[in-house]
């Protein structure tokens, strides 16, 4: 067997788990201190699927470890505001639409169905946006995987919406 014993005692390998928040102008900040007690203990950590388990509307971490337990992170953060998410149903052998970009009407940047983000890992096929204090009805712009554009209107928040293919409104290149 392996010596577990790193080369360099300055890098061991276990390692406190970080969380960092993304803020508004897309940098990210380390609140690890300001987590729960999830992020006191060290471990060899490896992969990590993200995830509502249990349909509160906040995500949820499962972080897998080298030579122990996988670890259930339930995020009970209170006042996370509200989201909009859906989940892409697309034709043919695709049918979760990977590789499918999803944005919000109005909003900058775009979310890809990509559920391989973390080794050996898949999270959920869920598009999650969250727009704080505003829970009004949403536009979704979907760019499906053979780059057929559609929309669909009238999203209300705080609900995971199933969005088939050819059931929402032809798009322009402009939305
Ligand atoms: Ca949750």
Known sequence: MRSLEPRDP?????????LLRQGEDGRFTDITTEAGAAFKTGGMARGTAFGDLDGDGRIDVVVTNNRGRARILRNTIVGAGHSVAVR?????????????????????????????????SSSEFTVRFGV????????????????QRE???????????????????QAKETD
């Open 10 to 18: 300055e890098q061991p390998y276990d390692q406190l788990d970080r």
């Open 88 to 120: 892409l149903e697309d034709h043919g052998a695709n049918r979760d639409a990977i590789g499918a970009a999803v944005w919000l009407d109005g909003a900058a940047g775009r979310h890809w169905v990509q559920p391989h983000s973390s080794y050996l």
């Open 132 to 147: 704080g204090e505003n829970a009004s009805s949403r536009t979704v712009h979907v760019i499906w995987p053979d780059g």
């Open 151 to 169: 929309s669909f209107d009238a999203l209300v928040a705080d609900r995971v919406h199933l969005l088939k293919r050819g059931t929402g409104r």
